[in-house]
């Protein structure tokens, strides 16, 4: 018997409080791609779906995936486990928006014995933060020690204009009751040019007086959004000399796994990270790769090649055709992503929202 029913995806009444599969007692050669980078973290979207509508994720009117489409939460898990098995020692549960998933916290449930047993370093997840408060002290008990929420604004007005659909309220009091259950908070910032490009000194301040760090990220090209993004785009490279002037901001070897590069602002002892798709290239120590709610594997964000593990998911109850999916993926990792926002407006550099390659 499993913890779930397969089409209800609630917890059956009589079920154990055990997790879906086993822990893992072997573990096989690490995953190592054609440029010798072993492969060592794993995002895992849970759905597509999400409460916002993002200006530069999602359009407004957004036709997501039926159900049917969908791991359910057993092959999310099963997936989790075979990747695992293959030295991933970092989780990340994005989405969409992934505390919309029905039962979601059965899964963290039942992966966080891989945290119990040491096979994996850390188990987080990013989320935009408006269901947060009911789940952050059960995702403090799951072994989830850190997370990353999406906030573009501190104004209630602007942050409605750019999520379409967001509450700032909502989003505030998941954040106190996660800093409440003891998990460390990073915000996530999208810079993006004559929106709030005016709101990061704030953001900064703000975040840094209460312990978070703060990440900066350039607006990437993915999906058609209905909006121009070359007009959204606000180089980083500009942004850290502006503070420069203002700020002391010292280099870090700091690392959270994930392509941010961090200064120490000296002034506020607080850390700000940089992520920068178009004007600093990180793809020589990528260590990532991405799976879809679907199943599929991107082995890079900004390429289209894919790998379908869904079907050898679902077509035996062993997992070696599984893992030989993943391992023949992994052989063909590209070196690095092709960035470029099209200023013709004609079309994004990848067809896919980044809403469904998760997070």
């Not at 190592?32 to 999602?58: A, K, N, Q």
């Not at 009911?134 to 409605?160: E, M, T, Y």
């Not at 004559?194 to 007086?209: C, K, Q, R, S």
Request: proline share 5%.
């Amino acid at each position: 018997m499993t913890l779930f029913d397969e089409t209800l995806e609630t917890p059956l009444a009589d079920a154990p409080a055990r997790p879906l599969r086993p822990g893992l007692t072997t573990a096989a050669p690490a995953l190592i791609d054609p440029f010798g980078r072993e492969i060592s973290y794993v995002r895992v979207s849970v759905t597509d779906r999400c409460d916002m509508r993002c200006v530069y994720c999602m359009s407004e009117d957004m036709n997501f995936l039926p159900k049917r489409d969908l791991l359910s939460l057993e092959e999310l898990d099963r997936l989790c486990a075979a990747f695992i098995g293959r030295g991933v020692r970092k989780l990340r549960i994005t989405g969409g928006e992934p505390l919309v998933r029905r039962n979601i916290m059965s899964l963290f449930r039942s992966l966080s014995r891989h945290i119990e047993s040491g096979a994996l370093a850390e188990l987080t997840l990013t989320t935009n933060g408006s269901q947060l408060a009911p789940h952050a002290a059960a995702l403090a008990d799951c072994g989830v020690r850190r997370l990353n929420i999406s906030l573009d604004s501190l104004d209630p007005q602007k942050f409605r204009a750019i999520t379409r659909w967001g509450d700032l309220k909502q989003v505030l009091a998941g954040l106190d009751a996660a800093q409440r259950a003891g998990l460390a908070v990073k915000i996530n910032m999208v810079a993006l040019k004559g929106v709030n490009d005016g709101e990061i000194v704030p953001m900064l301040e703000w975040a840094h007086g209460r312990g978070i760090d703060l990440t900066l990220i350039e607006v990437m090209p993915l999906g058609d959004i209905s909006q121009d993004r070359v007009g959204q785009f606000l180089p980083l490279s500009l942004v850290e000399s502006q503070l420069a002037e203002r700020y002391t901001l010292r280099a870090l070897d700091y690392k959270t796994g994930g392509p941010a590069r961090y200064v120490r602002v000296a002034e506020t002892g607080g850390r700000l990270g940089f992520i920068t798709p178009h004007t600093h290239n990180f793809c020589e120590s990528c260590n990532r790769v991405r799976v879809t709610c679907t199943g599929t594997l991107y082995m890079c964000l900004g390429q289209e090649d894919a790998a379908d593990l869904r079907g050898p998911l679902r077509s035996s109850a062993a997992d070696d055709l599984l893992k030989d999916a993943i391992e023949d993926a992994i052989a063909r990792k590209p070196k690095g992503h092709d960035f470029v926002i099209d200023r013709s407006g004609a079309k994004p550099a990848v067809a896919r929202h980044m809403s469904v390659t998760g997070g």
